[in-house]
């Protein structure tokens, strides 16, 4: 198998194919974040687990994953950093996978939902199924120049469950690229409570903010 050389994800150094776009300085980095990063859980939610904290390289990252044309070929080595902090954590699998929605605005301009992307390496990795039983709406005003209060509002109105939903008795793993006031998840979760679920466990890249 040819290993072609790419740019590390967090830096913009160049790694070979087999670091998997971390490089060594970067990787130990994240490594240690994971440990120490505390995630608090909103109303609803079982616990959230974060692979790092929204600045540095994760940021950038990120920032590269949701507003540039490539930004796809950061997602797998987000992915699998998520998946090593679930696992460092000691989390169980859970029954079902499913993701925080992308606005449909987003999704036309982006062209592809990066938390459903996300979800689906994880349930191909752990062999769990993906059912993307969440749907948003569209409303005018972006969440993310938003303040705290009216996240909270904003989220209430634009997600809903799709029809048919059935989430009785099961584990459910929700997955969010950021996780800021936890007003969207936190409304996920409500949601996926009324379809049965459980419990409820949040799995995202960053946590922004400082609670
Ligand atoms: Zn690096």
Redesign the pocket.
Known sequence: MLLYPSR??????W?DGKQQR??????KQAEQEMKQIYCPAPEQVEQVICAGRYQG?LKEAIRRMKFHSRGQAVMLPLAKLMEQAWELHGMPRPDVITCVPISPLRLRTRGYDQSAEMAKYLSKQWDIPFEPVLGRRMLSRMQSKLQAEQRWENARKSFYLRRNTDLEGKHVLLVDDIVTTGASISCCAVLLRKAGAQTIWVLAAAKAGNA
């Open positions: 590390c994800v967090y830096c913009g150094q790694v971390l490089c060594e300085a970067c990787r390289g």
